[in-house]
């Protein structure tokens, strides 16, 4: 879960990649950072926060030169501190290099024993790391052949931006695609980023999205592309998550509109799992255009029945289980005139430990709701993300170990449904049967072999029955 972001040959380049990490705020919240190259001369700043607290006027005017990169993180691999923001900044015989990643890296753990083996001190808990240590390792005499050399050896999901001092920008997208990467245009600057509401915001054009597997190399001359070593090419498996929750509802990903997506999984939501109702309220943000979907194909009135509190970050964010409790209500809060009285349908993305939606139904009936049927846009959450989206272990996920009326029971709503896999692959326009799209998390079909960190974890998380 992080957010990058680059462009090359504009004269404000530190200021516009600021405005793109604002604009891919909701991807990380953890830290912040740029790389700004000027004269041959890598500059960084990183900081612990959002964008906005981690940046002001000056730390910008100190970061010049017509090229840099920036990085929104949230931890999925690697601790919470101030050494693992991103992004990273590496001298060695190649000369500086800096690299922003989303995406994690399946076989981290296993490259950077092999790497200390053979003694490489590393500087952080990050697995991004270890492709620096690889790179710098590597006989190639350049750093595209040193960072193709690199990527043969690493395994799992990495769209990744990188810097160097003689002022090459270089986007990579892993063989499966699992996290995107765009290119847009601003004016006769070019930029990389995680999401296409970054370019809104700064005026470029979408020019494409990165293939899997492609390497693109931007320097003064212009942009060339370039494949990732063959024998690594799979079939593209773009993550059904993005869609489902994660990306923001203005961006386009894998050439669809994620609002349109999200619609559509409202729409086939209520046709899977109609139910007699006043009124459709959603969970919100990443509830409402499912929930506005689901009220156009129903016919049911669609309101604004929970309130969202804009200044508090994603509760999910927050490690504590205590805190977590809390800040649901923190969050959201009813809107009792809509509520009183209604028999209502509450829609949200997905449900994962089952914490919000237990939170949410408790709420509704406390503000006058005479019954309250849980509907999720999603399938049932039951296995963790190895590629980057933070999930926790199976045994916090809910449906990993009960059944669906189980989990009804649980949050204690008068009936809980899901949309089917088959709904959410033909609302994200995917033949049936989910090709081109990772959906792990609701499958447990691994689509990249896991290392042995991971097989561990799986293995080890007691699911109780
Ligand atoms: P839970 O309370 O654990 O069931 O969490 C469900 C809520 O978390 C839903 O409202 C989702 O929109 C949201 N959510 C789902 N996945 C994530 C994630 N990876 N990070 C943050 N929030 C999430």
Not at 152 to 176: F, H, Q
Request: aromatic share 6%.
């Amino acid at each position: 879960m992080c957010g990058v972001f680059g462009i090359h040959g504009h004269d404000e380049a530190s200021n516009i990649g600021y405005l793109g990490m604002h604009a891919l705020q909701h991807r990380g919240q953890e830290s912040a950072g740029l790389v700004a190259v000027d004269e041959g001369k890598l500059r960084r700043h990183v900081a612990m926060g959002l964008v906005s607290d981690a940046f002001d006027r000056d730390v910008l005017a100190r970061l010049p030169g017509r090229t840099a990169i920036g990085h929104v993180r949230y931890s999925t691999a690697g601790s919470s501190e101030l050494r693992n923001a991103q992004p990273f900044l590496f001298e060695y015989a190649g000369g500086a290099i800096s690299i922003a990643h989303n995406g994690n890296l399946v076989n981290a753990q296993e490259l950077r024993a092999e790497l200390e083996a053979q003694g490489s001190i590393f500087q952080t808990s990050s697995d991004t790391e270890v492709i620096v240590h690889l790179m710098a390792k590597a006989k190639e005499p350049d750093v595209l052949g040193r960072l193709q050399a690199a990527l043969r050896r690493v395994r799992g999901a990495y769209s990744l931006i990188l810097l160097t001092n003689d002022e090459k920008m270089i986007g990579v997208r892993d063989p499966n695609g699992f996290r995107p990467l765009v290119i847009g245009r601003l004016k006769d600057a070019y930029v990389l980023s995680s999401e296409t509401s970054s370019f809104d915001l700064v005026e470029a054009e979408f020019i494409r999205e990165m293939d899997p597997g492609e390497i693109v190399v931007i320097e003064k001359g212009g942009m060339t592309s370039h494949r990732l070593p063959p024998e690594s090419v799979t079939k593209p498996t773009c993550c059904v998550f993005e869609h489902v929750y994660f990306a923001r509802p203005d961006s386009l990903v894998n050439g669809k509109s994620v609002y349109r997506a999200r619609e559509k999984m409202g729409m086939r939501l209520a046709q899977e799992h109609p139910v007699e109702a006043d009124v459709v309220i959603a969970v919100p943000d990443s509830g409402v255009p499912a929930a506005i979907g689901y009220s156009r194909e129903s016919g049911i009135p669609f309101e604004m029945g929970l309130i969202r509190s804009h200044y508090v970050g994603r509760t999910f964010i927050e490690p504590q289980d205590s805190i977590r409790h809390f800040g649901v209500r923190l969050k959201l809060s009813p809107v009792r005139s809509i509520v009183d009285g209604k028999r209502i349908v509450v829609v949200d993305d997905s449900l994962v430990r089952g914490t919000t939606s237990r939170k949410i139904v408790k709420m509704l009936r406390n503000a006058g709701a005479r019954e309250v049927h849980m509907r999720i846009s999603a399938p049932p959450t039951t296995h963790p993300c190895f590629y980057g989206i933070d999930t926790p272990t199976r045994s916090e996920l809910v449906a990993a170990s009960h059944s669906i009326e189980e989990i009804g029971r649980y949050v204690t709503s008068d009936s809980l449904a899901y949309l089917s896999h088959a709904g959410m692959m033909t609302a994200v326009g995917a033949a049936t049967g989910g090709e081109g799209y990772c959906s792990a998390c609701f499958t447990g079909e691994y689509p990249v072999a896991l290392g042995e960190g991971s097989l561990v974890q799986l293995r080890t998380s007691r699911v109780a029955r």
